[in-house]
DNA sequence: ATGCAGGGACGAT
DNA sequence: ATCGTCCCTGCA
């Protein structure tokens, strides 16, 4: 017997899942970057209010993947006991379908590190890469153009606070620079080919090529395990196997490749409920 | 104070 | 297939 969850959707808890990073709040108003735009949204009387910087109608329901059969997914999803529970717990938690570009400059940026120095180095990328726009009276900036970003040598990169991770983001620049990496026909590929192509560069390893796939490319099958994502696992699914919090990449693949069997082809949201019920307690 | 963890990936054994 | 290293910051 399906329990009837209202599955009301929550954008703040959404923002706040780790899956995006430059959203804040100023008075009740929400602020996100979304690559050459501004988003924000706010609650109003009956739900939530949003808007974007340039004006683009109905921004919210590509952001947040509204499209999204959340029923039939959740349905599917709550086969697995634990989900399901997660499902009543946090049912306004959604995926977003992120800007690509951004998405993928974003996680890599974030290997072996923690939110807040995440938040940092992109808001500094922001603010010396991108455009500034005024929003309520407030200065934002947009978030690099690939173009732009190719323009700004490593030590430039360095100099944001990216540390070593400087090198990857000049090679994910020059690879959509080049034309190497065509992030607009990956959204149009299959799971397998598009993982396939991103890992070809330099700093994109499987799971940061997973979150790309899941939160920008309409991937929902991708599903990203982190060491958060691997002790749940640990934790709850003794059958998904014994390895560390540390995987290799045999392991990850095989581990990933259970968790689509198991999660099903929505898997990415499986995982991003886990990982939230993961964070819980956590700050950041 | 010194160590360690924080949404990993790479290069050398 | 394992293991050290990478840059940096906050915290115990």
């Given at each position: 017997?399906?329990?009837s969850v209202i599955?009301?959707?929550?954008?703040?808890m959404?923002?706040?899942s780790g899956q995006?990073?430059l959203?804040?709040?100023?008075?009740?108003?929400?602020?996100g970057?979304?690559?050459?735009c501004?988003?924000k949204?706010s609650?109003s009387?009956?739900?939530?209010?949003?808007?974007?910087?340039p004006?683009?109608k109905?921004?919210?329901?590509?952001?947040?993947?509204?499209?999204?059969?959340?029923?039939?997914?959740?349905?599917e999803?709550?086969?697995?006991?634990l989900?399901?529970?997660?499902?009543n717990?946090?049912?306004?938690?959604r995926?977003?379908?992120?800007?690509?570009a951004?998405?993928?400059f974003?996680?890599v940026?974030a290997?072996n590190?923690?939110?807040?120095?995440?938040?940092?180095?992109l808001?500094?990328?922001?603010k010396?890469?991108?455009?500034?726009?005024?929003?309520?009276?407030?200065?934002?900036?947009?978030?690099?153009?690939?173009e732009?970003?190719?323009?700004?040598?490593?030590s430039?990169l360095r100099?944001c606070?990216?540390g070593?991770?400087?090198k990857?983001?000049?090679a994910?620049?020059?690879g959509?620079e080049s034309?190497?990496?065509?992030?607009?026909?990956l959204?149009?590929?299959?799971y397998?080919d598009?993982k396939q192509?991103l890992?070809?560069?330099?700093?994109?390893?499987?799971?940061?090529?997973d979150c790309?796939l899941?939160?920008s490319?309409?991937?929902?099958e991708?599903?990203p395990?982190?060491?958060?994502?691997?002790?749940a696992?640990?934790a709850?699914?003794?059958?998904?196997g014994?390895?560390?919090e540390?995987l290799?990449?045999?392991?990850?693949?095989a581990?990933?490749e259970s968790?689509?069997?198991?999660?099903?082809?929505?898997?990415g949201y499986?995982?991003q409920y886990l990982?939230?019920?993961?964070r819980?307690?956590?700050?950041?």
């Open positions: 017997m399906r329990s599955r009301s959707f929550d954008p703040e959404t923002v706040n995006a990073f959203w804040h709040q100023v008075n009740k108003n929400w602020y970057v979304h690559g050459d501004i988003v949204f609650k009387a009956d739900g939530f209010e949003f808007s974007s910087f004006e683009r109905g921004v919210e329901r590509d952001l947040f993947r509204l499209d999204d059969d959340i029923d039939s997914i959740s349905a999803m709550s086969l697995d006991p989900i399901a529970g997660l499902l717990t946090y049912g306004g938690l995926l977003m379908r992120q800007d690509p951004q998405c993928l974003s996680f940026c290997s590190i923690n939110i807040p120095m995440i938040r940092k180095m808001y500094t990328l922001a010396r890469y991108g455009q500034k726009v005024f929003v309520d009276g407030m200065e934002f900036h947009t978030f690099p153009s690939p732009a970003m190719s323009g700004v040598s490593e430039d100099a606070g990216l070593y991770r400087a990857a983001v000049k994910v620049a020059q959509i034309g190497t990496l065509d992030l607009a026909l959204k149009k590929a299959g397998a598009a192509e890992l070809k560069i330099y700093g994109v390893g499987p799971k940061i090529a790309v899941l939160f490319l309409d991937k929902l991708a599903f395990i982190d060491v958060w994502i691997a002790r696992l640990a709850h699914y003794d059958w998904l014994k390895f560390g540390k290799t990449a045999r392991q990850y693949e581990l990933s968790a689509r069997k198991h999660f099903g082809c929505h898997a499986a995982q990982y939230y019920h993961m819980q307690g956590k700050k950041w």
